[in-house]
């Protein structure tokens, strides 16, 4: 059986002569929560929107829970819920009332099944608000709860973050984790916040320029995150030559702030901070760092390792 519960196969898009998407094959495995990661322009709303079937391909092949024709995709798509770009709502319906809308419009029986959304998703306080007095924070919490109605199998979310507050992110995100493993809902959801998507998911796409980069998983991408030392020393230029004389295989850089910078260092932090003191040099920092998702993301579209 096939382990992806979403597959493209060389999906592209083209609009006249610019290809939003080109040839893109991505495999996201039931129970995932999967982190779309590229910059504005890259192609990420693009490829979430043949997902959810609100475009079509140019060319190419989309795959959901295993069928890839066009009658399977439509029946698959409604265990599909999607908040893609601009949640949609009429501005001056209540939150309540909106939510009930969809309820009744995907024929969903229980009316107490909004109640129960609502309070899912921390929007309950807000029921009675106009959809259009809402917050850019609570409008996402509000798209999320349109998606979470049918209970879907599948939910696919562009920018879910964007407009919270610090609390509000990491409610989000523990809820995004309850979702998963509490009802073993796979998770697609792109987002610019890389640092709080590093967080959530547990496998990563890079997409640059319509191009899918590189697919990888937490576990090794953090392996292949590099590791740095940042040591502050009295005079970094003398330390730099004692470097090159002692340690000739570590890769390092001065930095502007005149600390060391070494790249993957290969021994211990005590052996580069000894080497300052046997030379009479006085260290004011050494800090061990790990590379974050920005990085390995800049690195990538560079072409770097």
Known sequence: MNEHIIETKQATKAYGTILALDHVDIHVKKGSIYGLIGDNG?????????????????????????????????????????????????????????????????????????????????????????????????????????????????????EPINGLDPSGMIELRKLFHRLNEEKNITILLSSHILSELQQTADTFGFLSKGQLLEEISAEKLYEKCTDYLNIMVSEPEEYAVLLERNFPEEAYKVLPDKSIQIISPKKEPEAYSRLAVQHQLDISGLEKTHASLEDYYMNLKKGGQ
């Open 42 to 158: 890259a192609g990420k709303s693009t490829l979430l929107k043949l997902l959810a079937g609100h475009i079509f391909p140019t060319s190419g092949e989309i795959c959901l829970f295993g069928r890839c024709k066009e009658k399977e995709l439509e029946r698959s798509r409604r265990q599909i819920g999607a908040s893609i770009e601009q949640p949609g709502f009429f501005p001056n319906m209540t939150v309540e009332k909106m939510l009930e809308y969809c309820r009744i419009q995907k024929g969903i029986p229980g009316k107490g099944k909004v109640e129960e959304i609502l309070k899912l998703t921390g929007i309950w306080d807000k029921r009675r608000s106009k959809c259009k007095n809402l917050s850019l924070g609570q409008k996402q919490r509000l798209g999320l709860s349109i998606a979470m109605m049918g209970e879907p199998q599948i939910l696919i979310l562009d």
